[in-house]
């Protein structure tokens, strides 16, 4: 998979504990065939062998409809199952030295709140950023806010594709048409609807219209 083509337009993150359905693997796979272009493994409260399985099981439903599957911060994780890459946020292990354990073929995200952030991780070698959040969201409650005024100065400072997170649904993804953005991170928007692959579909059309794709 090349890297440099992905399409971060609808970036879906797992949550267990807020999906409609009763796998991991269900919710997955529903959203993809709604549209979502990236999927995000996120597991906090689950062994090591547990989450490597889990991956194991979610790759083969990514790799069977050409998704990239992006580990959340653990990169051993990441390895054992040799998917696209990574995604780390400013407490986890730094993007440099991500990027060394990696290689070049990987990719890897950084979650960014500050302008500051944002042009450190384009400079450690970061593919793409996860800026937010931009609304308070539950599902990540310690969160730092981020303005839209902040969001455009960091488009303007960086030329890796940004990603928004945090309280990004059908209601406010239009407050960021012509901005630059390259993508919709989502949780509850997606996994959380009675009907995931149709939340999925409505929200790839809305998206690739504020988007300009």
């Known amino acids: 998979m090349d890297k440099l083509k992905i399409d971060y337009t609808l970036y879906l993150c797992t949550d267990r504990g807020l999906m409609s359905c009763e796998t991991i693997e269900q919710s997955v796979e529903e959203g993809v065939k709604g ?14 062998r547990e989450f490597y399985e889990l991956a194991v099981r979610v790759k083969k439903i990514t790799d069977k409809y050409s998704v990239p599957l992006i580990i959340n911060d653990r990169l051993d994780i990441a390895q054992a199952v040799d998917c696209a890459g990574v ?15 990696l290689g070049e073929d990987k990719i890897i995200g950084i979650s960014a709140a500050t302008l500051e952030e944002a042009k450190k991780a384009q400079a450690d070698g970061a593919d793409y950023l996860g800026v937010g959040a931009m609304y308070a969201t539950n599902t990540k409650t310690d969160a730092r806010a981020v303005t839209k005024e902040q969001l455009a100065e960091i488009r303007a400072a ?14 406010t993804v239009p407050n960021f048409k012509g901005m630059g953005i390259d993508g919709a991170a989502v949780v509850s928007a997606v996994v959380s609807q009675p009907d995931i692959e149709k939340a ?14």
């Not at 549209?35 to 090591?48: A, F, M, N, W």
């Not at 999925?200 to 794709?213: I, M, Y």
Request: glycine residues 8%; charged residues 30%.
């Open 35 to 48: 549209g979502c272009t990236v999927i995000q493994l996120r597991e906090k409260d689950c062994t090591s």
């Open 87 to 101: 995604h780390l946020g400013q407490s986890d292990m730094p993007c440099a030295v991500a990027r060394k354990i």
């Open 158 to 171: 960086v030329d890796i594709p940004i990603v928004i997170i945090g309280g990004v649904n059908q209601k």
């Open 200 to 213: 999925a579909k409505d929200l790839r059309e809305l998206c690739e219209d504020c988007f300009g794709r």
